[in-house]
């Protein structure tokens, strides 16, 4: 069977498991918010509005400020809730790194409850530009272009061998980063990466095969190459540092991430705040998908949440 062949198998098989979309950890992310009657409630990734559909359920007197910075799922997933529930949502357009200037301009908070599920939208996977390994689009990765204009396609074409063994590491800590950081500046030589499937059969052919992979070679480079134009760690730290300011007394914030180095700077911040007195933790382990949600949305396989609580002083 051909490369080619390989790829339309697989993309079948991607847009079974993503379409259509499934919120991850729905149960627990109300668990933790602990929703109140009257409540008020920001859930900073809207995505295709799936916990944000939920909370509005689960509590029939609560309000949700809903936040994202891919004006695609707005626009594609918004209007209907609006609709159900016109004087209990706000939809807000916005990235959430910048969510204390974004409060500030729109007149946000306090809140009861702040969620962000760090994954990358179903929406983006399965449509977006560059996201997938298994679509031939173009190498942009951009989680909204208007607030960002360097692409996928601009790294690997600026950026030196050493820096691409970088971002390839520290981004996607992938054990062939050298091999592949050297055939990608050998092979823009030629011909300047432009397209997902180029950057992706490179990929195939210089890393060794392994029957026992169960992601394709190029995974871990694409997801390397997504959080670096998007900077998505720091995002992930600015709207921590923001998000404890928009909490009422007793406010919970509940965070999902979906890889460690996500996970990461969220138990950090929980500890170091714990620590001084301002957060109490509500997971001391973190909590993960049930057997039986994994089965029923493959996309929770790999999530992980953390939830803590603003001390009131």
């Given at each position: 069977m051909s490369i080619s062949q390989n790829n339309q198998k697989k993309v079948r098989k991607l847009d079974k498991e993503l379409v259509p979309h499934k919120s991850v950890l729905v149960q627990e992310v109300l668990e933790y918010l602990n929703l109140k009657p009257g409540g008020m409630y920001l859930d900073v990734t809207f995505g295709a509005g799936g916990h944000t559909r939920a909370i509005l359920e689960a509590e029939p007197t609560c309000n949700v400020v809903a936040i994202d910075w891919d004006k695609a799922s707005l626009e594609t997933y918004?209007?209907?809730?609006?609709?159900?529930?016109?004087?209990?949502?706000?939809?807000?357009?916005?990235?959430?790194?910048?969510?204390?200037?974004?409060?500030?301009?729109?007149?946000?908070?306090?809140?009861?409850?702040?969620?962000?599920?760090?994954?990358?939208?179903?929406?983006?996977?399965?449509?977006?530009?560059?996201?997938?390994?298994?679509?031939?689009?173009?190498?942009?990765?951009?989680?909204?272009?208007?607030?960002?204009?360097?692409?996928?396609?601009?790294?690997?074409?600026?950026?030196s061998e050493q820096e691409l063994r970088e971002i390839f590491w520290r981004y996607g800590q992938e054990k062939y980063t050298k091999q592949i950081a050297h055939a990608i500046v050998q092979e823009r030589r030629k011909k300047k990466f432009e397209t997902t499937l180029r950057l992706a059969k490179l990929i195939e052919r210089v890393v060794p095969k392994d029957s026992r992979q169960k992601i394709h070679p190029a995974t871990r480079i694409f997801q390397a190459l997504r959080i670096c134009v998007n900077k998505?760690?720091?995002?992930?730290?600015?709207?921590?540092?923001?998000?404890?300011?928009?909490?009422?007394?007793?406010?919970?914030l509940v965070c999902i991430s979906f890889h460690s180095l996500e996970d990461?700077?969220?138990?950090?911040?929980?500890?170091?705040?714990?620590?001084?007195?301002?957060?109490?933790?509500?997971?001391p382990k973190v909590v993960v998908a049930s057997e039986q949600e994994v089965k029923e949305n493959p996309s929770a396989r790999s999530a992980k949440l953390r939830a803590a609580q603003l001390v009131a002083k």
């Open positions: 918004g209007p209907e809730l609006q609709e159900q529930f016109p004087d209990r949502l706000r939809l807000v357009w916005g990235n959430f790194a910048l969510l204390y200037k974004l409060a500030k301009k729109e007149k946000l908070g306090p809140f009861d409850g702040i969620l962000a599920d760090f994954g990358t939208s179903q929406m983006q996977i399965t449509e977006g530009a560059g996201f997938s390994v298994y679509r031939d689009t173009p190498l942009d990765m951009r989680m909204s272009p208007s607030h960002q204009k360097t692409t996928a396609a601009h790294i690997l074409k600026d950026a998505e760690l720091d995002n992930i730290t600015s709207f921590l540092s923001a998000a404890t300011h928009l909490l009422k007394p007793e406010g919970r990461r700077p969220v138990k950090q911040f929980f500890a170091e705040r714990a620590s001084l007195g301002d957060l109490r933790i509500l997971t």
